[in-house]
């Protein structure tokens, strides 16, 4: 017999996102005794403590936390298959996370077309390196993200959507390249570290056993691209995103080795626990990429 139910997991979520009974109770138009009742019978039944008082409050346990993460999936799951079975329509929101190449380049016409289909979804998009995106799946603060290989989630659900040409960037002057050594004194322009495509030239550079280069970050395209035009240094981009950008006619792109330059981008999940308007996504870019095949 299951030992919480919805309107449980409701009092729990709005504790700990205001911070305390009385403004959850606020919240939920009911009186703080009654928060408080609830929240003691709900421990008695799981047989862990949710709430630890604090001076006047209730600071939440670390299973609290985690019975909150997880109240914020149920309680959103239900109100989407109501809306579903009500509307026939889905509703909610579908927090995704991507690197920014893939935002730029490969998400603008996926996501306008799911828009269409689910007009009553709102969607959320942060981007970040596949390192950073993980992460921030790993604790749920996003529904699924775009990465890009090599990457390493344990315990995450994939799915290869998009393929792409990596290339090596240079000034306009270094007409031919032939190797990595060629470069030896040259500086990585990357994002920070956790990008897949850095770590895959840092990579190269080891297999050839050439040394370390010293990094410049930034947090864009545009300025990467830009800074390597400068004469700054190098950096490896998907071809892709060189499309789209005016300073791109500033610099020389040079063809990777087959085994580099072929990088998928993948959609990561926690499987079996996709919303309703993620399994649409999912649905769509399947068929996006029978399209393509």
């Given amino acids: 017999m299951r030992k919480f139910d919805l309107d449980d997991l409701t009092i ?65 799951l239900a109100d989407e298959a109501e809306s579903t079975l009500q509307t026939g329509r889905l509703l909610g929101t579908l927090r995704i996370g991507s690197l920014e190449s893939t935002a730029g380049t490969r998400l603008p016409q996926l996501l306008a077309s799911y828009n269409r289909s689910n007009p009553s979804v709102r969607i959320e998009l942060v981007t970040g390196t596949t390192g950073a995106l993980i992460g921030k799946l790993a604790r749920r603060d996003i529904d699924a993200a775009f990465v890009s290989e090599p990457f390493h989630a344990p315990g995450l659900a994939a799915q290869a959507v998009f393929e792409e040409e ?13 190797g990595m050594d060629e470069l030896e004194h040259s500086t990585l322009v990357a994002f920070a570290s956790g990008c897949s495509y850095r770590r895959l030239l840092e990579q190269w550079r080891s297999e050839q056993g050439s040394s370390a280069l010293s990094v410049m970050e930034f947090s864009s395209y545009p300025a990467i691209v830009a800074c390597v035009a400068a004469g700054t240094g190098i950096a490896i981009v998907p071809r892709s995103v060189l499309a ?10 040079h063809r990777l080795p087959d085994r580099l330059a072929r990088n998928r981008t993948h959609l990561l999940w926690h499987e079996g626990q996709e919303s309703l308007a993620l399994s649409g996504l999912r649905a769509l870019l399947e068929t996006h990429c029978a399209e393509k095949s």
């Fill in 244 to 253: 789209g950008l005016h300073a791109a006619r500033s610099v020389r792109a």
């Fill in 12 to 76: 729990v979520q709005a504790v700990v996102a205001h911070g305390g009974v009385t403004r959850a109770a606020q919240a939920l138009h009911r009186v703080p005794s009654n928060i408080t009742t609830r929240i003691k019978q709900l421990e008695a039944r799981m047989g862990v403590t949710l709430f630890m008082r604090h001076g006047r409050g209730l600071a939440p346990t670390e299973e609290g936390r985690l019975l909150a993460v997880y109240a914020a999936r149920l309680l959103r």
């Fill in 166 to 178: 990596l290339v090596l960037i240079t000034a306009p002057h270094v007409r031919t390249l032939s």
